[in-house]
């Protein structure tokens, strides 16, 4: 009964093309004897032979249920995937003019955003006059990062960009 092959599961019973192998019986034994034989034990314990290190010389085999190990594979996976966070990015955005408590309104959620684990750009946008302001809108970044200071850490600093001051903040680690 041969199955088609999928490239991202491991080779089993008459699909391992090697001549040696290392055996890695049920009880943990190791020893390297030819594939016929290493098949010959897998019968033996009604399991099945999968190749578990390929690139190994000589490839490492397990006498072990085929179907329990995918399994238990999946199933390690789906927890890795579920542990891992990504990071993204939270945009803030200001005016030069922008009032003292809109400024801390943002700041608060920056403050969440920070906390949670994600990064925050905060822009001033310039319009039209606003552009003789540049320096204002520098000194909103600052005080935001230092209002910001025990949550986070600069990764970079206010640069201009067209109209925009952009700064963006990274989580500090704990």
Same mark, same amino acid.
């Given at each position: 009964m041969r199955r088609q092959r999928n490239d991202d599961r491991p080779k089993v019973n008459d699909e391992i093309r090697s001549s040696k192998v290392r055996l890695i019986r049920p009880d943990d034994e190791h020893e390297i004897v030819s594939i016929e034989r290493a098949l010959e034990i897998a019968d033996r314990y009604q399991l099945d032979l999968v190749e578990i290190a390929p690139n190994a010389k000589p490839p490492v085999c397990k006498v072990i249920d085929f179907g329990k190990f995918m399994y238990e594979k999946k199933k390690k996976e789906k927890e890795a995937k579920k542990k891992q966070h990504t990071i993204q990015v939270k945009e803030l955005r200001f005016r030069p003019t922008t009032d003292d408590h809109d400024l801390e309104f943002k700041t608060r959620? +920056?403050? %969440?955003?920070?906390?949670?684990?994600?990064?925050?750009? +905060?822009? /001033?946008?310039?319009?039209?006059?606003?552009?003789?302001?540049? %320096?204002?809108? %520098? /000194?909103l970044l600052n005080n935001l990062a230092e209002e910001l200071k025990d949550v986070s850490k600069v990764e970079s600093k206010p640069t201009m960009e067209g109209r925009r001051m952009i700064m963006i903040l990274a989580p500090a680690k704990g």
């Open positions: 959620h +920056a403050r %969440e955003f920070l906390e949670g684990g994600d990064k925050v750009k +905060a822009t /001033v946008q310039f319009r039209g006059r606003d552009m003789l302001y540049t %320096e204002q809108g %520098e /000194v």
